[in-house]
């Protein structure tokens, strides 16, 4: 590993340059105008996997914008490694918010800032970045590696799963690594080693044919959006705890290992509060604020809406009212089996004096790999190495589906090693990547190769 | 009387003539392409009140459209009655459901068809005919009467609060009349005696700076419209009743008699609640559906919004949640009083993880008269020889603010009687008034002009 760590410091400002090249091509895939960067991006990656070393580099095309693949499987017997990103970034305005221009990267104090420099193509550079140091230094990979680049992560990936699906012999591994996910802090390298899922659904209330005259009509028939309320009430008591019988049946409490792990986490509660603007932070009585956005499923009303909501006055009763409700889910939860749970729930608090509408919406598995885990292991030994310290396990509150979808459809498990920030900005003006990070990510990358290897 | 009731018999056609005549005018009063129109059928009111032998008739400039006044003073002693109705109508979209054109009035078994028939054309010039009846028969009239037709009532009366300020000493009177509400069935004429007052407020709570990802965030912070569900739907227990302490302090008790009153009319509550669409009716426990929207104060969510509301699904904790509500309000509550027991209850039911915002808005006081008040009586007595049936008592479960403002600042009493219907239509496409109804109502007017005077 000398070789590779020695290439990797000697060639820190050529590496610097090509990122900033890279980050250069405004990539926004939502936006119709950028078409033709999306493909001079794409070409951008295939040139750089060719340049590394990788082989059988193509795009593949799809029905939105292409994904870039490459693959070395000169290791035979060896475990087979999967490196997902995406090329793809989120659009820039309020541009006027930006210091610097987003699409001409600039350092200032040590951190790179650039639309997508943490989300995620400098990501997704420093993964080639390690492969391009084992290949030059000692001509090849302690690993077999696939890469696969895709360009529509900010869009909803839509054509991926298609792709994994028709191509799962090509894309067979051992283990994914994605690097897409922020560390805990500053100086905090992390694991994560578990996500949330997703329930989404919408509440649709009819009262009556039409809205109606509250002055003539009030008191005559049941207010949906008074409903509406009173449904949503019971969905949770004072504690926080949500009352949707059956909803906590196969969740999988946090060990006493992973509690201690959080607490100590540098976490602070004051600032944290006071960075959301909230009067007060809260959720179920008995776990921390860390343990309840990771470990604990949610119930959140995300959108309510009913009547005349103008300004000033209309002194209407509504003839519909609408939520709509999401609830992240945790370990061991099913997505059907709580949309179900949900569904009864809600019809069964219901009363008679108006119309229900439940609408299932999106969803997804949540996600959890063991902490023992050889490939965790593994990336906890690469971290101390690469970053000279131990790393942190932490879970995320979101939801990456694609995880699922590789779990499901290669049998392989993930490992989500990230090295953005918290404060990153990656949807919003001023992104920037830390560039000891990214060094540090380079390096640890390339022993993650090696300790996956055995 | 005899003249009075042979004039109106004999006249019948030129009065449906003249009416025609009055309502081909579009006197839409909040388009502007209809300026001229209103200024030519305050004119034409104008005309008509000296016809008819009315004195001191002008037309009273106000920053928007005129106030049409006039009055015939020649009774030292009797009582005075001051005459309001309003010369302006709804616009007539959607124009192609007319079954005929909204200004050639026309008459079809029995109903005269245009915009303003019912709403207040048609009840205006029945007042005008009765006051022509006693002067062209008698040559005077058995009371003092004090006409003042407005033209922005269908715009909110916006300078007639002023207008009554300012010439209080001119319409001083002892009782004001207003035909402007429909009788309870068709072949029931009525007598309105009691009104509902009105509190309207928003409540406004934020739960953070900005709208937050629910997967990241979820579970540690209150989200807003969680409570907001939560506050909402502590104002009302499972029976209906409102739970905000002293809202029910002074209200006043239905009386027995008028329960009866009730009772008696003609009210299909089935055919009711398939009219509304309603999958039940629903209201306080303990009181008919009459009882429930005439006599019986309400709490009502009029909007309801927050966070995401569009197409589709979005994880969101929103960062704010809004509702409007209102209540109605029955003698002898007070809006004032409400208002803060309202306020001071908001208060104690939000949690301290948001932070609340209440504004008040617009409001009125609830009216009511006496069933034994002499207006009332004499009111009933002129019904039962114009109609030649008894009147029935009726309350209606809207706020008039112009009941109020005669109290308030002239110290009067009002009368309602009218004579529309209540599929009469009067903001909608085949606005009609029952021709019936027109004569019998010019009859009752002159019979209680006399009935007044005693």
């Known amino acids: 590993m000398n070789n590779v760590i020695d290439f990797v410091n000697t060639n820190r400002d050529r590496f610097l340059d090509e990122l900033k090249a890279y980050l250069a091509i405004p990539s926004v895939s939502s936006l119709p105008e950028h078409r033709d960067d999306m493909r001079r991006c794409a070409e951008w990656t295939f040139a750089q996997m060719r340049g590394i070393g990788l082989q059988n580099v193509h795009l593949a095309e799809t029905p939105g914008h292409p994904i870039v693949y490459g693959e070395w499987l000169g290791a035979p017997g060896a475990p087979t490694i999967l490196v997902y990103g995406h090329y793809d970034v989120q659009p820039v305005d309020p541009i006027e918010q930006w210091t610097t221009q987003p699409f001409e990267a600039t350092v200032r104090d040590g951190d790179l800032y650039a639309r997508g420099a943490a989300d995620d193509k400098g990501q997704v550079f420093m993964h080639l970045k390690a492969i391009e140091a084992h290949m030059k230094a000692n001509g090849r990979l302690p690993a077999n590696i696939k890469v696969m680049i895709e360009g529509e992560e900010e869009v909803g990936s839509e054509n991926l799963d298609d792709f994994i699906r028709n191509e799962k012999a090509r894309l067979s591994c051992d283990v994914v690594v994605i690097s897409d996910t922020p560390m805990f802090a500053r100086g905090v390298p992390s694991i994560c080693y578990g996500l949330r899922g997703l329930v989404y659904a919408q509440i649709d209330l009819r009262g009556t044919k039409t809205d109606l005259h509250s002055g003539s009509f009030g008191g005559a028939v049941a207010n949906p959006a008074i409903v509406l309320a009173q449904v949503l009430a019971q969905m949770k008591d004072r504690s926080g705890r949500i009352r949707i019988p059956g909803f906590y049946d196969d969740v999988r409490a946090l060990t006493d290992q992973e509690r201690e792990e959080f607490k100590r986490l540098p ?66 939860q099913d997505p059907d089996k709580i949309a179900a749970l949900f569904e009864a729930y809600v019809r069964k608090v219901t009363p008679k004096t108006v119309e229900l509408t439940v609408t299932r919406m999106h969803g997804g598995k949540p996600w959890m790999t063991d902490l023992d885990n050889r490939f965790i292991q593994a990336t906890g030994r690469a971290i101390e190495q690469g970053f000279g310290k131990r790393a942190v396990f932490m879970r995320e509150g979101g939801s990456i589906p694609i995880v699922s979808t590789f779990q499901q459809e290669l049998g392989a498990p993930s490992v989500l090693f990230g090295i953005g920030l918290p404060d990153e900005n990656s949807h919003a003006p001023n992104e920037f990547l830390n560039l000891d990070n990214f060094y540090g990510g380079v390096l640890t990358s390339a022993f993650l190769y090696k300790e996956i290897a055995g």
């Open 267 to 332: 976490f602070d509660e004051k600032h944290y509060r006071k960075d959301l603007g909230a009067p007060k932070l809260f959720g179920e009585t008995g776990y921390s604020t860390l343990e309840r956005t990771w470990a604990r499923p949610t119930f959140d009303v995300n959108g309510l809406l009913s009547g005349f909501t103008g300004e000033g006055s209309k002194t209407v009763i509504p003839a519909t009212a609408m939520a709509k409700v999401s609830m992240r889910l945790v370990p061991n």
